[in-house]
């Protein structure tokens, strides 16, 4: 399908070599054994979290609420104790700001997106939902859940989670077979293994490349460079992509399938536009947080 | 691999299951499933239902939510270094209409509600601050991860920000806050507000 879309967006990526590039040397020079020495070495005890650590010198990590020092702070101040909040941390720092160079283009496509929702994604979601019952519509997610697999996959690998990996292929093993082609989700229901919540974009940020700058983009709404170059990449991990070569019946699947989604979540959007003051601004935070909060994991 | 994991997830699952049984959940826990119980019992009143009772149900609620929820703390939050130049009328008229706003958010969620599932996952608590994590499982089997954040005022545990799947809200209203008063003025923000909080009610 997307030969001149991957083509293009790659094009971005390499012309911003200052915003992805430095801090993957950085992060490699720093911690010694390259990634592949790391992975192998700890392959046995909890592969992700010591790689983690090989990576994460020089680069800014947010500390969890129950950190060491913090809690010998405690210790010696037990009086204290009522001032201090102990999750401070997460409202300063790190969860601060995310850069937006490109703001008025982003709010340009923010609009467009947003009529895209009302004038045609809602009611054509709202008449699905009518006409597909409930078990089918989550049948179909199910299918393109599984069928995004390598996605996930890859991306556990890339950071580590051997766990993750095994899982996510016990998963589809499992879902193709026993769960029709995907449509039933056996391997959560029976097994209790659950979709691992990982993209390319997580994968790259745990080598410490940061978001680059935010972007909102027509159809594909709130992102950031490195979830950007995270998507692209995963259009080469999508078996879709293979199967289905015509880029209109592919833009076809792809809309079927978020079609399919909006309608399980209809309303969503109308309370998050109704709480907010600035929708923009609300958005564009709630994307960095969310983000932050994946990667985390 | 998978082996081991499998039999430490037995080993888990039979060990936390001896462990429940022994001790109960915490106190902050314990206020959180009360307020989210009784929200649900309105919710699910028969003598509530209908639409000629959305008033009165909309009323209990708030009453629920106001209960467990300080809005003071929570304003004084999202205005951040703004809160200190707030002589103390401004920092009341701010409290009220934050406040409606967040119970007219909340009320807008909870009213949907058809039999989602609550399961209380984790607690954790240091001094007089505590987190209790939440998972709501909605009928399309979406797991919805929310955690309050609480602070013991006189001896009652109360809820300063929530946040669901990572984003807290008083962060995300910070951030808009924030970029109002930077574009315009403290004054304008109120405005809005209140043309929020009054338009739409």
């Not at chain 1, 020495?37 to 129950?66: C, D, K």
């Not at chain 2, 919805?144 to 006189?154: C, D, M, T, W």
Request: proline share 4%; net charge negative; with cysteine.
């Amino acid at each position: 399908m997307a030969a001149s879309m991957k083509s293009i967006v790659f094009l971005i990526i390499l012309l911003n070599p200052l915003v992805a590039f430095p801090r993957i040397h950085e992060a490699i020079a720093d911690s010694g054994p390259t990634p592949v020495e790391a992975a192998f070495l700890v392959r046995e005890t909890q592969g992700h979290e010591l790689i983690r650590l090989a990576f994460s010198e020089g680069r800014a990590t947010r500390e969890g609420p129950m950190n060491n020092e913090k809690a010998d702070q405690r210790g010696d101040a037990e009086t204290a104790l009522d001032e201090v909040d102990p999750w401070e941390d997460d409202y300063s720092g790190s969860m601060d700001a995310i850069p937006d160079p490109l703001e008025p283009m982003n709010r340009a496509f923010f609009v467009f997106n947003d009529k895209m929702y009302f004038w045609v994604l809602k009611p054509v979601g709202t008449g699905y939902k009518m006409v597909v019952p409930e078990v089918g519509r989550i049948c179909i997610r199910n299918f393109f859940t599984n069928l995004v697999m390598p996605i996930r996959a890859v991306s556990c690998l890339l950071q580590g989670k051997f766990d993750g990996f095994a899982i996510e292929l016990v998963r589809t093993v499992v879902n193709t077979t026993a769960g029709f082609l995907g449509f039933q989700d056996v391997a959560a229901q029976a097994l209790d293994f659950q979709v691992q919540d990982e993209d390319l974009g997580q994968a790259f940020a745990f080598y410490g490349i940061g978001p680059g700058f935010y972007l909102n983009l027509p159809f594909l709404g709130p992102s950031t460079l490195r979830d950007t170059a995270g998507w692209v990449g995963g259009l080469y991990l999508n078996p879709l992509d293979y199967m289905v070569e015509d880029f209109w019946t592919n833009v076809g699947f792809r809309t079927f399938d978020m079609v399919n989604r909006t309608s399980m979540r209809i309303g969503e959007y109308e309370a998050f536009k109704k709480a907010a003051l600035d929708p923009y601004v609300a958005m564009r935070d709630a994307y960095h947080q969310y983000r932050l909060n994946q990667i985390e994991e | 691999m998978l082996c081991k994991r499998l039999i430490i997830s037995v080993f888990v699952i039979s060990v936390m299951g001896a462990a429940a049984s022994v001790s109960m959940a915490g106190e902050p826990t314990e206020y959180i499933r009360k307020t989210t119980d009784k929200i649900i019992e309105i919710l699910t009143d028969p003598a509530l239902k209908g639409s000629d009772k959305d008033r009165e149900r909309a009323q209990q609620i708030r009453k629920a939510v106001d209960e467990r929820f300080d809005w003071e703390e929570m304003s004084k939050r999202t205005l951040a270094r703004h809160w200190k130049d707030r002589t103390p009328q401004e920092r009341e008229e701010f409290i009220m209409l934050f406040g409606r706003l967040l119970e007219r958010t909340y009320l807008d969620k909870v009213e949907g509600y058809s039999g989602e599932k609550v399961l209380y996952a984790e607690e954790k608590v240091e001094g007089s601050y505590a987190v209790v994590a939440v998972k709501i499982i909605t009928k399309e089997e979406t797991e919805i991860r929310v955690a309050y954040r609480l602070k013991k005022k006189e001896g009652e545990w109360m809820v300063y920000d929530i946040s669901i799947e990572g984003v807290s809200l008083v962060n995300n209203y910070r951030k808009q806050f924030q970029s109002i008063m930077t574009r315009s003025s403290y004054d304008d923000l109120i405005q809005r507000l209140r043309s929020k909080v009054e338009g739409e009610e």
